[in-house]
């Protein structure tokens, strides 16, 4: 069974200086919330590329989990997707696309997943969790790049 995330943001600023922040893996600290004590294991700088492996521990629930992505796409500066190899969903998609729009760039993440235990699974634990960390997301993201909505 899969499930989605769709969010779009338009950010006021050139699509080469979004994407620019969006390509530097340190910036995936700032852009999760502090509940989840993300760490990045993989030694930085990491150099993003088709088939670049980043690993990091993050707590769900408050058991520790080690989550291992490995860059499936790489078209600066359009998209990019990342794609679970180990972690706690059956499998995870993640596809990162940035247009140029009037005003601004828009950014999308689109996210495929599947989760052990189906859609109940999903509706009482999963789903709710994701709104929630796709929420901050979407709040530092206008911070980082002030004048957004």
Same mark, same amino acid.
């Given at each position: 069974?899969?499930?989605? %995330?769709?969010?779009?943001?338009?950010?006021?600023?050139? $699509?080469?200086?979004?994407? $620019?922040?969006?390509?530097?893996?340190?910036?995936?600290?700032?852009?999760?919330?502090?509940?989840?004590?993300?760490?990045?294991?993989?030694?930085?700088? %990491?150099?993003?590329?088709?088939?670049?492996?980043?690993?990091? $521990?993050?707590?769900?629930?408050?058991?520790?989990?080690?989550?291992?992505?490995? %860059?499936?796409?790489?078209?600066?500066?359009?998209?990019?997707?990342?794609?679970?190899?180990?972690?706690?969903?059956?499998?995870? %998609?993640?596809?990162?696309?940035?247009?140029?729009?009037?005003?601004?760039?828009?950014?999308?993440?689109?996210?495929?997943?599947?989760? #052990?235990?189906?859609?109940?699974?999903?509706?009482?634990?999963?789903?709710?969790?994701?709104? $929630?960390?796709?929420?901050?997301?979407?709040?530092? #993201?206008?911070?980082?790049?002030?004048?957004?909505?």
């Amino acid at each position: 069974m899969t499930f989605q %995330i769709h969010q779009e943001q338009l950010l006021s600023y050139p $699509r080469e200086q979004v994407f $620019r922040f969006f390509a530097s893996a340190e910036n995936l600290n700032l852009l999760t919330p502090p509940w989840l004590g993300f760490n990045i294991l993989t030694p930085l700088p %990491i150099e993003m590329a088709v088939g670049t492996i980043i690993e990091y $521990r993050i707590r769900l629930r408050g058991l520790p989990l080690t989550w291992r992505s490995e %860059i499936t796409e790489w078209q600066p500066p359009f998209s990019f997707c990342d794609e679970q190899r180990r972690g706690p969903y059956r499998y995870w %998609i993640h596809r990162h696309t940035f247009e140029e729009r009037p005003g601004g760039t828009l950014v999308t993440d689109h996210v495929d997943y599947g989760v #052990l235990g189906g859609a109940l699974v999903n509706r009482l634990f999963v789903a709710g969790e994701l709104r $929630r960390i796709f929420a901050y997301r979407k709040a530092k #993201l206008s911070e980082v790049f002030p004048g957004t909505d």
